[in-house]
């Protein structure tokens, strides 16, 4: 994107957030749906996709290898073509800003015959690849050029190899490329966890009716698929994402006289650090009607103005809230006291250099913060931050949106530089908060 298309956006105070609300589906489980989809054999019919950049992105690609994927009145169909079943596409695919899309999809790659050319947007070109690569040329995956960087050519094979790989790093990603790959494998395939991180592909693989097994020992986790897998299409119905209901939480928290109630949230284990750690700082957030839908566990999510204290948000915490560390800071620079969190290497490798961003954003706005190796550190002085600043969101969604939901609260208006890229995850932020009580401009 050029500086000319740049979308600049500013936030200031708003009244009371009130009302009840629901976020778009979940971008993870919705990437998953239609890769799935696309494996099994019959028709999946899927409800609540979230329609953003990324994922419509991925719509193309599986309907580009042969899965045609194509929304019928408010349900989107995949007419799956099997395991190994996909065909060579007729031009590159076009993943965008979606590192999700194009990670997954050269583990589904790598069980096929075919040669594929991947390419993303100038963002997605920048973030590293080698380490989905690795395990997967391992399977028998050929990558055609020496970099591990889109653009990139891989061929893939209909003799694929099992392999047992430990993670050098948690990651979710690399995690389900390999187990995605195994579908398509001779015998086992296993992937060792030594922390936990999202276990969306692993539900989703047993829902479709892959074999597929975790067990637990040694403090590590073994996950094992079995390979030339039978997948039969189903119905998936995407529960609201958490790290989009993450924004709206954060608002009704420092946006005083706030109560907000977010319904059918995603609430897997995996994914709910941010709401654990907001508890910890004293937040008045509350799962309300836990359910359970498509195999996922499901809540409404209420949330009410508090008063936060700084917490200490150890390493191990990190992949279950990942994408939510920009929006976590904002909230700390409310609190009172020191809030500090640890293990955030991976936010280094995302669509920005998000500790970076993230620290950057808030000393433009009268914050101290520092990032220190994968420290970020936020001393929070119980007073509504000054705001003022322009940020700098290096075309990252979840940059702008941090520091739109800063503007909401802070004493003066907060603007970013570009929110144009917030269509690629939650194309609704803006509608959505408005309808609540903010005021952007």
């Given at each position: 994107?050029?500086?000319?298309?740049?979308?600049?956006?500013?936030?200031?105070?708003?009244?009371?957030?009130?009302?009840?609300?629901?976020?778009?589906?979940?971008?993870?489980?919705?990437?998953?749906?239609?890769?799935?989809?696309?494996?099994?054999?019959?028709?999946?019919?899927v409800t609540n996709l979230l329609e953003s950049a990324d994922v419509l992105n991925t719509a193309k690609a599986v309907t580009a290898l042969g899965a045609p994927a194509r929304k019928s009145g408010d349900v989107?169909?995949?007419?799956?073509?099997?395991?190994?079943?996909l065909s060579q596409p007729s031009e590159p695919l076009d993943f965008g800003n979606s590192g999700t899309g194009a990670r997954l999809m050269m583990g589904v790659i790598a069980g096929h015959p075919i040669t594929?050319?991947?390419?993303?947007?100038?963002?997605?070109?920048?973030?590293?690849?080698?380490?989905?690569?690795?395990?997967?040329?391992?399977?028998?995956?050929?990558?055609?050029?020496?970099?591990?960087?889109?653009?990139?050519?891989?061929?893939?094979?209909?003799?694929?190899?099992?392999?047992?790989?430990?993670?050098?790093?948690?990651?979710?990603?690399?995690?389900?490329?390999?187990?995605?790959?195994?579908?398509?494998?001779?015998?086992?395939?296993?992937?060792?966890?030594?922390?936990?991180?999202?276990?969306?592909?692993?539900?989703?693989?047993?829902?479709?009716?892959?074999?597929?097994?975790?067990?637990?020992?040694?403090?590590?986790?073994?996950?094992?698929?079995?390979?030339?897998?039978?997948?039969?299409?189903?119905?998936?119905?995407?529960?609201?994402?958490?790290?989009?209901?993450?924004?709206?939480?954060?608002?009704?928290?420092?946006?005083?006289?706030?109560?907000?109630?977010?319904?059918?949230?995603?609430?897997?284990?995996?994914?709910?650090?941010?709401?654990?750690?907001?508890?910890?700082?004293?937040?008045?957030?509350?799962?309300?009607?836990?359910?359970?839908?498509?195999?996922?566990?499901?809540?409404?999510?209420?949330?009410?103005?508090?008063?936060?204290?700084?917490?200490?948000?150890?390493?191990?915490?990190?992949?279950?809230?990942?994408?939510?560390?920009?929006?976590?800071?904002?909230?700390?620079?409310?609190?009172?006291?020191?809030?500090?969190?640890?293990?955030?290497?991976?936010l280094k490798v995302k669509e920005s250099d998000r500790l970076a961003a993230t620290a950057a954003g808030l000393t433009a706005n009268g914050v101290n913060a520092i990032a220190e190796g994968d420290t970020l550190?936020?001393?929070?002085?119980?007073?509504?931050?000054?705001?003022?600043?322009?940020?700098?969101?290096?075309?990252?969604?979840?940059?702008?949106?941090?520091?739109?939901?800063?503007?909401?609260?802070?004493?003066?208006?907060?603007?970013?530089?570009?929110?144009?890229?917030?269509?690629?995850?939650?194309?609704?932020?803006?509608?959505?908060?408005?309808?609540?009580?903010?005021?952007?401009?």
């Open positions: 994107m050029t500086a000319s298309l740049s979308r600049p956006l500013t936030a200031s105070s708003a009244a009371p957030l009130r009302g009840t609300c629901r976020v778009p589906g979940d971008k993870s489980i919705s990437h998953r749906a239609l890769i799935l989809g696309a494996l099994a054999t019959g028709r999946t019919r989107w169909e995949i007419l799956g073509r099997g395991v190994g079943g594929v050319r991947l390419v993303g947007d100038a963002s997605l070109s920048r973030r590293p690849m080698g380490r989905v690569l690795r395990p997967l040329q391992q399977m028998g995956l050929q990558v055609l050029e020496n970099k591990d960087t889109l653009p990139l050519t891989i061929r893939g094979t209909s003799d694929l190899v099992p392999i047992e790989y430990e993670l050098p790093v948690p990651s979710a990603q690399v995690k389900s490329a390999i187990l995605l790959a195994g579908l398509a494998a001779r015998g086992e395939t296993t992937v060792i966890e030594k922390e936990p991180t999202r276990d969306h592909t692993e539900r989703m693989l047993r829902y479709f009716g892959a074999e597929i097994r975790s067990v637990a020992e040694n403090g590590r986790t073994r996950i094992t698929v079995k390979g030339h897998a039978e997948l039969e299409g189903r119905d998936v119905v995407v529960p609201g994402d958490p790290s989009s209901a993450a924004f709206i939480t954060a608002a009704a928290l420092i946006v005083p006289g706030s109560e907000v109630t977010i319904e059918g949230v995603l609430v897997n284990p995996t994914r709910t650090g941010f709401y654990l750690t907001l508890q910890e700082m004293g937040a008045d957030v509350e799962f309300l009607n836990t359910r359970e839908e498509g195999g996922e566990p499901v809540a409404d999510i209420r949330v009410r103005t508090s008063s936060l204290t700084g917490v200490r948000v150890p390493a191990e915490r990190a992949p279950s809230m990942i994408d939510e560390y920009p929006i976590l800071a904002v909230v700390a620079a409310f609190a009172r006291g020191r809030t500090e969190m640890l293990g955030l290497a991976e550190i936020i001393e929070g002085t119980g007073a509504v931050p000054r705001g003022g600043g322009t940020v700098a969101t290096h075309l990252d969604h979840r940059i702008a949106m941090a520091f739109l939901t800063m503007g909401l609260a802070s004493k003066e208006p907060v603007t970013v530089d570009d929110a144009s890229m917030i269509a690629t995850s939650f194309p609704e932020f803006r509608e959505l908060m408005e309808g609540l009580g903010a005021r952007f401009a």
